[in-house]
């Protein structure tokens, strides 16, 4: 990983356009490829990044980014949408790289890797004609619990935890966002399971159009029987 920290200004183009003004940031240009623009703030989430397969080009800056005080200019290329995030560097303040070695991967707690397997083996709980398609399915920002299709046959990207807050429903957006730019995917729905889901995570589910269920752990397991309650 190569990690820089730089006095820089930041343009998406793309589906969307957006734009940084100068300003020290933080870097990232992962061994996958992906490159991430941070701020010191903001939590765990870039201002701006691009995710790969894409490639990077440092250039020199033309006339007027020189006068502008710009010393190169990065162009990051999504190889897929044509997407370009172009960071122009006035001054590098750190610059180093690091090998991570390889990640073991995220090792969840028994109950809610329990909770994966169980909701994969009943995946109709979610509804009628839902199918387990597979467990663990890989992104390029991470493993989806469990990618289905619903009686429709449309895609499915299923998030689960054991309580459900804010910082899963992140999780999931970038998860979609990522599978709905494979045209073998797409379209992918969202859904955000938990035993237990916040408030606040479900409104903002809610309005990024995810649906959220709550599980029951023991009826998972065929230890309730919810039909059979008095109440």
């Not at 930041?10 to 589906?15: E, K, L, P, Q, T």
């Not at 701020?39 to 033309?62: A, E, H, I, R």
């Not at 469990?146 to 999780?171: H, M, N, P």
Request: with cysteine; proline share 5%; aromatic share 4%.
């Amino acid at each position: 990983m190569r990690v820089v920290i730089a006095k820089c200004s930041v343009d998406y183009a793309g589906r969307l356009t957006a734009h940084l003004p100068l300003a020290a940031r933080l870097l990232m240009i992962k061994a996958d490829g992906s490159v991430l623009v941070h701020s010191d703030g903001g939590s765990y989430k870039p201002l701006n990044w691009m995710s790969p397969p894409c490639t990077l080009q440092v250039l020199d800056p033309d006339e007027d980014q020189c006068a502008a005080g710009f010393t190169e200019i990065w162009t990051v290329t999504q190889a897929k949408t044509g997407d370009r995030l172009v960071i122009s560097i006035a001054e590098v303040i750190s610059d180093s790289s690091h090998d991570l070695g390889v990640d073991p991967g995220l090792v969840k707690d028994g109950v809610e890797a329990h909770l994966q397997e169980l909701l994969a083996e009943h995946i109709e709980t979610l509804g009628d004609g839902y199918s387990t398609v597979r467990r663990e399915f890989m992104t390029a920002v991470g493993p989806v619990d469990i990618l289905a299709k619903d009686s429709e046959g449309v895609s499915v990207a299923v998030e689960i935890k054991r309580r459900g807050g804010i910082d899963g429903v992140e999780q999931l957006t970038r998860y979609l966002e990522l599978m709905n730019r494979d045209p073998l995917l797409a379209p992918v729905n969202g859904v955000f399971a938990a035993q237990e889901i916040k408030p606040q995570a479900r409104a903002l589910a809610q309005d990024r159009g995810i649906r959220c269920v709550v599980l029951d752990y023991d009826a998972l397991r065929g230890m309730d029987d919810p039909a059979s309650r008095l109440f």
